[in-house]
């Protein structure tokens, strides 16, 4: 018998656009590249779903709004914070940043677990089963969930490649000590790598069987996962990315920079905030400098100076005789003594310094034409950013990760300049810390004054920065490994390419 029209129409019709259902951790620095993930993701046609409680849900006002102008079927999905095990978290924390007190940290991520329900029945209520989760490596518990429903699921990590292949191969085999100093080898690396035992690879690091449970289940979850998606590009971390992938046994999906979704003025200015906060006053204050005159001083959402350091950062700002951004966060300028301080500095600096309280539109800042360097605490966001818009940069590694992103910026990349710390800081308070205003002087100056290793590193950022664009863009090799990502979830005759 003749097929119909409508068998015709019935069979040649696409397949539905894949679902993915993102599942940040509740910290600034997981949820922004995992949002901008899943813009990627909806740019694409498929549609993403960003699970996050009410106090993360109210930051990501934005990002719906963008979406719907762009017709992109992104949704932000709101599940209620658990009540934390045994009352040990206060409420209303719903965030990493939130946290003031170490002992508030073990009751976060045990109370974070209590989310599987919510998940589970979110999934499961859903018309046509999700594709795929994505799950922070730190969400652990979204592994049995995942199996329960019988849903793919991969992992996002958010460091550097570099330092999640120093992690895996550590907790593989185990750092091997050298002979007669603290240092050890990281084994199973293609160049060498050594570390301390203070700046070794590793979360949920902190002393405590509790601790030990933790990082025990994300490790199971990271081996028993389908792949893994990172925020890097072949480009940069090439050798790294084939060694992680060969060491996991599962396929890495490379997309970044995530960063530069964010294209147009109101992307960058909303990333990770509210879109009323203004960006209006610091472009414009930009608009006065020179290009690559000013350096940009921000040391992510965490670390916290206590008055002492706060005071010996704004005098080497100041000394060094660079034009200057500097974002202070509220919590480290709330008594009068050292409000007054940085009232005083802004007044003799004003001609050519700008003091930011709270948060900054990182993103647009880095992207403009007058910012020529930036001093970082090498997360891995801030690092990429700066490296995706071409920015060489001063590295002031706190704790976790940022040691080993530090030194690929600086020994393998070139891009990056160090102040010269060894030893991880206090979150809270870095009361240890050995840097003063003379060394911020002095590598801003190094950084900032040209010469032929600044010029040298200036020009491995441009290009680097350049190679990040055409990663991105169609046929570069971020943007194919998101189609083929796209694919292997699209259905196809009902079953999974």
């Known amino acids: 018998m003749a097929p119909t029209a409508e068998s015709v129409t019935a069979t040649s019709a696409p397949p539905p656009p894949p679902h993915f259902v993102i599942v940040p951790l509740p910290a600034q620095g997981h949820i922004i590249p995992m949002v901008d993930l899943a813009h990627l993701l909806a740019e694409r046609g498929a549609r993403s779903s960003v699970v996050v409680t009410p106090v993360n849900a109210a930051r990501l006002r934005g990002v719906t709004d963008l979406a719907k102008r762009a017709k992109q079927p992104l949704e932000i999905v709101e599940v209620p914070f658990p009540p934390a095990v045994d009352g040990g978290l206060p409420p209303g924390i719903e965030n990493v940043d939130q946290i003031t007190d170490y002992g508030h940290f073990l009751p976060f991520f045990l109370a974070l677990q209590e989310l599987a329900g919510p998940l589970e029945a979110y999934l499961r209520a859903q018309a046509t089963r999700p594709s795929c989760v994505i799950s922070d490596w730190s969400n652990s518990w979204t592994a049995d969930v995942a199996r329960r429903v019988g849903i793919p699921r991969l992992f996002f990590h958010g460091p550097s490649c570099f330092y999640t292949l120093c992690d895996l191969n550590a907790a593989a085999h185990g750092l091997q000590p050298q002979a007669d100093n603290d240092r050890y080898v990281v084994p199973g690396m293609p160049i060498p790598v050594e570390v301390t035992m203070d700046t070794r690879p590793g979360f949920f690091n902190a002393p405590g069987k509790e601790w030990e449970v933790l990082r025990e289940a994300a490790m199971e979850a990271m081996r028993t996962a389908d792949g893994a998606v990172v925020n890097t590009f072949m480009d940069l971390e090439d050798e790294f990315i084939a060694c992680y992938e060969a060491a996991l046994g599962k396929p890495v999906w490379t997309l970044g920079p995530f960063c530069l979704y964010n294209r147009d003025a109101d992307a960058m200015a909303s990333r990770g905030n509210k879109p009323d906060v203004a960006q209006s006053a610091v472009t ?214």
């Open 284 to 497: 414009a204050w930009l608009d006065t400098m020179d290009t690559n005159s000013v350096i940009y001083v921000n040391f992510g959402s965490l670390a916290r100076k206590v008055p002492k350091y706060l005071y010996e950062v704004g005098h080497g700002l100041e000394d060094s005789g660079k034009p200057f951004v500097w974002v202070v966060k509220e919590s480290e300028v709330t008594t009068p003594v050292v409000q007054e301080w940085l009232s005083a500095l802004e007044a003799r600096t004003a001609r050519r310094g700008l003091v930011v309280r709270g948060w900054a539109p990182q993103l647009a800042i880095l992207s403009h034409r007058a910012v020529g360097g930036f001093v970082t605490h090498c997360g891995w966001n801030s690092m990429l950013e700066a490296i995706a818009h071409g920015v060489p940069i001063v590295t002031w590694p706190h704790f976790s990760d940022q040691f080993l992103n530090e030194r690929l910026a600086v020994d393998m990349l070139g891009v990056g300049v160090p102040i010269g710390v060894t030893m991880p800081v206090l979150l809270f308070g870095d009361e240890a810390m050995p840097v003063g205003r003379a060394d911020v002087a002095r590598v801003v100056s190094a950084l900032m004054d040209g010469g032929e290793e600044a010029d040298e590193r200036r020009r491995k950022a441009k290009e680097y920065g350049e190679k990040a664009h055409r990663a991105m863009e169609k046929g570069g090799s971020s943007y194919e490994s998101l189609t083929q990502l796209i694919d292997n979830f699209t259905l196809e005759g009902g079953k999974k390419l």
